[in-house]
T-cell receptor, first 115, second 114 residues
């Protein structure tokens, strides 16, 4: 069964460093999302991406964040200068086109630890 | 503004019994979707069940069913015949429009006792 994959599973970085989190969505999906979950808290929306552009972003998704679909299969989230409060689990999700239910399939997550 | 409320931070259920996890939502839209996801201790988010706002019947997926009461804006998840493997965090979520983001509740941690 096709699934969303994410790499790395765990990333440790120092404050101020840039990180790139990578995702490979399910191959025929066209809607892509990033969410984050700070430890013990609810899942929060960051950004959605469709047709090679951002369709919606949250207040969390400030100028330090960017997304890209560089090659038609990967979908990346870049944090330019990480802060301690960026420590969280980051989930990528994708959704099939023309699916009336619109359920999103999540990857296993990347745990980002900023020290 | 859209909001999802899960008022039960933690629930216990005996193996083989049924359990209901509560979810209420707030939206001014007429067309929306409601979802339940399971998050085991390993961390992944697993889609369980979907209910559309215009669906007249309650959704069912195996041992999962959704008790949808539109007038009360509630979408409770019912798990029948609980199994030890059902122990996890459960999140209720809402999507307001096609392709839109999911808004999640705070989650309910379910523990199934043998």
């Amino acid at each position: 069964e096709p699934e969303v994959t994410q790499t790395p599973s765990h990333q440790v970085t120092q404050m101020g460093q840039e990180v790139i989190l990578r995702c490979v969505p399910i191959s025929n999906h066209l809607y892509f999302y990033w969410y984050r979950q700070i430890l013990g808290q609810k899942v929060e929306f960051l950004v959605s991406f469709y047709n090679n552009e951002i369709s919606e972003k949250s207040e969390i998704f400030d100028d330090q964040f960017s997304v890209e679909r560089p090659d038609g299969s990967n979908f990346t989230l870049k944090i330019r200068s990480t802060k301690l409060e960026d420590s969280a689990m980051y989930f990528c999700a994708s959704r099939a086109p023309a699916n009336p239910r619109g359920e999103q399939y999540f990857g296993p997550g990347t745990r980002l630890t900023v020290t | 503004a859209q909001k999802i409320t899960q008022t039960q931070p933690g629930m216990f259920v005996q193996e083989k019994e049924a359990v209901t996890l509560d979810c209420t939502y707030d939206t001014s839209d007429q067309s929306y979707g409601l979802f339940w996801y399971k998050q085991p201790s390993s961390g992944e988010m697993i889609f369980l069940i979907y209910q559309g706002s215009y669906d007249e019947q309650n959704a069912t997926e195996g041992r999962y069913s959704l008790n949808f009461q539109k007038a009360r804006k509630s979408a409770n998840l019912v798990i029948s015949a609980s199994q030890l493997g059902d122990s996890a965090m459960y999140f209720c979520a809402m999507r307001e429009y096609e392709g839109g983001k999911l808004i999640f509740g705070q989650g309910t941690e379910l523990s199934v006792k043998p």
